[in-house]
């Protein structure tokens, strides 16, 4: 039966995570260069349009129909236009309305791939972009969806236990980040990488898209519960606090080595503990989501040392911070899930084999995904190809893609 309290939440919820798309934009946005803000901006807001549309027509099915070819996507024709998709609880939360569950999943399946986006920043073509994040929605993101969260996905049922995901490690983090890391070395570097200054135009925007991205956050955690419970009330903690132990290691990480303590790198640190605690915030306890957030300001600031050592343009460091935090957030939930707190085991509570179900679930993640956004990206690079010409990028995409600017000065 419908509970009024859980449908209550999960409305709430899912405005949050909606929301968290155009802070997406915020945080992106101010990274970038005035003259690509509008662009930059762009990529999130026509997503959210975008894959809505593919979401209703097929993409929910592929994701959340009945098994199809063992475990690896759903039947499209469980839910093809919505067919099924109405007001009684449906087949993955029998307190909420089957199409709030849906419209739910779709706010995840909108922010995937606009994170990808920050890897090209500065330099795409609109029209193949759109491609692009329609074929990749359709063939890369449902299908991970499926085999984590769907009927008999294979990696829920992986060794007699499944890989444990509360909330998008894997599907959304994971996933991004291979992709970002193909986008950023088939897009190429921009021009004047590593000669001229591309240093962000806006702070204040990066802190803007944080606070919103943070509080958007807590309905994609604590909303994964499907209901107002204790484990959505875990999951909301739990995120609170490892963000902001990443946040705070970050800090401290950037005044050790940069001499200084930046407004950026705590930005940065933020989202890191975000993705981080994501997989484990249904799992774990309080003391070890604060071991999660130090970690992933550990890691994800030296990832992105590492890109900028390898000289990779990935304009916005989707793959450091998403790619990274999330690879250590799905390991680190094998290892600190305990069964109390949400019915998963992890090393400390005595199922060591977890580990290796959470190690099979990244690999699989990152490599289907990196393949397949390979072939897509590719084929649309050999044929209409994926980049502005030079001299539209020295101008600006706002001004080449959109006939557009962020800032108008001279009226």
Same mark, same amino acid.
């Given at each position: 039966?419908?509970?009024?309290?859980?449908?209550?939440?999960?409305?709430? @919820?899912?405005?949050?995570?909606?929301?968290?798309?155009?802070?997406?934009?915020?945080?992106?946005?101010?990274?970038?260069?005035?003259?690509?803000?509008?662009?930059?901006?762009?990529?999130?807001?026509?997503?959210?349009?975008?894959?809505?549309?593919?979401?209703?027509?097929?993409?929910?099915?592929?994701?959340?129909?009945?098994?199809? !070819?063992?475990?690896?996507?759903?039947?499209?024709?469980?839910?093809?236009?919505?067919?099924?998709?109405?007001?009684? #609880?449906?087949?993955?939360?029998?307190?909420? #309305?089957?199409?709030?569950?849906?419209?739910?999943?779709?706010?995840?399946?909108?922010?995937?791939?606009?994170?990808?986006?920050?890897?090209?920043?500065?330099?795409?073509?609109?029209? #193949?972009?759109?491609?692009?994040?329609?074929?990749?929605?359709?063939?890369?993101?449902?299908?991970?969806?499926?085999?984590?969260?769907?009927?008999?996905?294979?990696?829920?049922?992986?060794?007699?236990?499944?890989?444990?995901?509360?909330?998008?490690?894997?599907?959304?983090?994971?996933?991004?980040? @291979?992709?970002?890391?193909?986008?950023?070395?088939?897009?190429?570097?921009?021009?004047?990488?590593?000669?001229?200054?591309?240093?962000?135009?806006?702070?204040?925007?990066?802190?803007?898209?944080?606070?919103?991205?943070?509080?958007?956050?807590?309905?994609?955690?604590?909303?994964?519960?499907?209901?107002?419970?204790?484990?959505?009330?875990? @999951?909301?903690?739990?995120?609170?606090?490892?963000?902001?132990?990443?946040?705070?290691?970050? &800090?401290?990480?950037?005044?050790?080595?940069?001499?200084?303590?930046?407004?950026?790198?705590? &930005?940065?640190?933020?989202?890191?503990?975000?993705?981080?605690?994501? #997989?484990?915030?249904? !799992?774990?306890?309080?003391?070890?989501?604060?071991?999660?957030?130090?970690?992933?300001?550990?890691?994800?600031?030296?990832?992105?040392?590492?890109?900028?050592?390898?000289?990779?343009?990935?304009?916005?460091?989707?793959?450091?911070?998403?790619?990274?935090?999330?690879?250590?957030?799905?390991?680190?939930?094998?290892? !600190?899930?305990?069964?109390?707190?949400?019915?998963?085991?992890?090393?400390?509570?005595?199922?060591?084999?977890?580990?290796?179900?959470?190690?099979?679930?990244?690999?699989?993640?990152?490599?289907?995904?990196?393949?397949?956004?390979?072939?897509?990206?590719?084929?649309?690079?050999?044929?209409?190809?994926?980049?502005?010409?030079?001299?539209?990028?020295?101008?600006?995409?706002?001004?080449?893609?959109?006939?557009?600017?962020?800032?108008?000065?001279?009226?």
């Amino acid at each position: 039966m419908i509970d009024t309290g859980d449908t209550a939440w999960m409305l709430v @919820a899912t405005a949050l995570v909606m929301f968290m798309t155009p802070g997406l934009a915020f945080f992106y946005g101010g990274l970038v260069r005035n003259k690509n803000v509008l662009s930059t901006m762009m990529h999130s807001f026509i997503v959210i349009g975008l894959v809505s549309v593919l979401w209703v027509i097929v993409g929910y099915s592929l994701a959340f129909g009945s098994d199809w !070819f063992g475990g690896l996507v759903g039947n499209p024709s469980d839910f093809f236009g919505m067919k099924d998709v109405g007001q009684e #609880p449906g087949p993955y939360a029998d307190t909420i #309305p089957h199409v709030l569950f849906m419209v739910f999943q779709m706010t995840f399946a909108i922010i995937t791939p606009a994170l990808i986006t920050g890897a090209f920043a500065e330099r795409a073509k609109f029209g #193949p972009f759109l491609v692009f994040m329609a074929l990749w929605s359709l063939l890369v993101y449902a299908p991970i969806a499926h085999w984590v969260w769907g009927d008999s996905g294979w990696l829920q049922d992986l060794w007699g236990g499944g890989a444990l995901d509360f909330a998008g490690g894997t599907v959304v983090h994971i996933n991004a980040g @291979a992709a970002a890391l193909v986008a950023a070395v088939l897009y190429g570097r921009r021009v004047g990488y590593g000669r001229e200054p591309m240093e962000p135009h806006n702070i204040p925007f990066v802190l803007l898209g944080a606070a919103i991205l943070w509080f958007g956050w807590f309905g994609f955690n604590a909303g994964s519960a499907l209901a107002a419970d204790g484990i959505a009330a875990n @999951a909301f903690t739990v995120t609170f606090i490892a963000t902001a132990a990443a946040m705070f290691t970050w &800090a401290m990480l950037s005044w050790m080595f940069a001499g200084k303590p930046s407004a950026v790198g705590v &930005a940065a640190g933020a989202v890191a503990g975000l993705v981080a605690i994501t #997989p484990a915030a249904g !799992f774990v306890d309080v003391m070890p989501a604060l071991a999660i957030g130090v970690g992933a300001g550990l890691f994800c600031y030296g990832a992105v040392q590492l890109r900028i050592r390898l000289r990779l343009d990935d304009s916005l460091d989707v793959v450091g911070v998403h790619g990274v935090g999330g690879a250590w957030g799905a390991f680190a939930t094998g290892i !600190f899930a305990v069964a109390a707190v949400g019915g998963g085991a992890g090393l400390i509570d005595d199922n060591a084999g977890q580990l290796a179900r959470q190690l099979t679930g990244i690999g699989a993640t990152f490599g289907y995904s990196f393949l397949v956004t390979l072939v897509i990206l590719k084929v649309l690079d050999l044929t209409v190809g994926l980049r502005v010409e030079e001299e539209a990028e020295r101008i600006g995409v706002d001004q080449s893609e959109h006939g557009e600017r962020g800032y108008v000065f001279d009226v």
